[in-house]
């Protein structure tokens, strides 16, 4: 199969290197550990982890301690290396084997990793023997897999992200920016996500504006920019985002020694967006434009699961949609 070819001349990447992790999931216990290795032969960028799942098809993801068991292994190594310049890991990949328990994966991940389908298109065997379990057919499909990570369009929408413009719509709190129709946005980004589709959303129908002092005083006073474009939702609420005053939370100090999968789902929300690292305590300021301030406006705060009324000039609206 065409594609990235195993660099056998591997060097350790030192501590200043970009290295992106792929977690590896959906694998029996045949083909996880040699799936890693494989992909971390491929490239020094790479660190895989790739923990076996025994379960039959259709149950995959059913075990729930195996899933938890699972997130543990990825948030551990992503703790270890995340204080460091540039971040690492560069960018949280899970390359993942299709199936119709995968929804508890995507609900551990949330909207945190770049989710990628493995599959094999030239697997054939009379017998029904998936290609999961054949160790040749896996790499193969990994290969193609990490392939595509590098090339348009998925490059493109990583330096999308990086760039992070202040009106980037793949960046909004998803469960606080009300669209048109009065949906958030957690349906469309998990719709995108899974259909590996987030590189050709342009998101027109949500409004932009581009603000300044006069219209938006309770922003800029407090920060050196002149002018800037933020989107701005259903309810007329400015989402402004700036690199001034960020004070966001700890992220994966601390992991849970038992309990669901879906706990690592905001301290990972908080540090990455569909695989690019975020900024320490990205936010989004939200307000009302003009001089008007905010008055028990409704919030969903996500570390308590339902709306809270916050007053003031703003709302600290966190990627995770944690709100303060």
Not at 182 to 195: E, G, I, M, Y
Request: proline share 7%.
């Amino acid at each position: 199969m065409a594609g990235l070819k195993p660099n056998k001349a591997r060097v350790a990447a030192g501590p200043l290197s970009p290295q992106d992790l792929a977690i590896i999931a959906g694998l029996p216990r045949i083909a996880a550990g040699a799936g890693a290795a494989h992909v971390e032969a491929l490239s020094t960028r790479w660190r895989a982890i790739g923990e076996p799942f025994n379960n039959p098809p259709g149950r995959i993801y059913a075990d729930r301690r195996g899933l938890f068991e699972f997130m543990q292994s990825a948030c551990a190594f992503i703790r270890d290396l995340g204080q460091t310049t540039p971040p690492r890991p560069a960018r949280l990949v899970v390359f993942y084997v299709d199936d119709p328990s995968a929804q508890a994966l995507f609900d551990a991940f949330g909207y945190s990793a770049l989710f990628i389908r493995l599959d094999s298109k030239t697997w054939h065997w009379p017998k029904g023997k998936p290609w999961t379990s054949d160790i040749r057919a896996v790499r193969d499909v990994l290969t193609e897999a990490v392939a595509r990570t590098g090339a348009e369009p998925l490059k493109d929408l990583r330096l999308r992200l990086e760039a992070a413009a202040t009106d980037e719509a793949l960046l909004l709190p998803p469960r606080n920016f009300e669209q048109p129709d009065r949906s958030d946005l957690t349906a469309r980004f998990s719709d995108l996500s899974r259909k590996e589709t987030l590189h050709i959303e342009d998101f027109a129908d949500l409004k932009t504006e581009v603000f300044d002092y006069d219209s938006l005083p309770n922003f800029f006073g407090k920060v050196r920019d002149i002018s800037k474009p933020f989107r701005v939702d259903r309810r007329d609420l400015v989402f402004a985002r700036s690199l001034s005053g960020q004070h966001g939370f700890v992220r994966l100090a601390q992991m849970p020694g038992t309990g669901a999968a879906t706990l690592f789902r905001e301290p990972l929300e908080s540090a990455f967006r569909f695989g690019t690292p975020l900024l320490d305590g990205f936010q989004h300021d939200v307000q009302w434009r003009g001089k008007a301030k905010l008055a028990n406006e409704p919030f969903f705060d996500i570390a308590r699961g339902d709306r809270i009324p916050i007053s003031g000039s703003h709302a600290n609206v966190y990627a995770s949609d944690r709100v303060t």
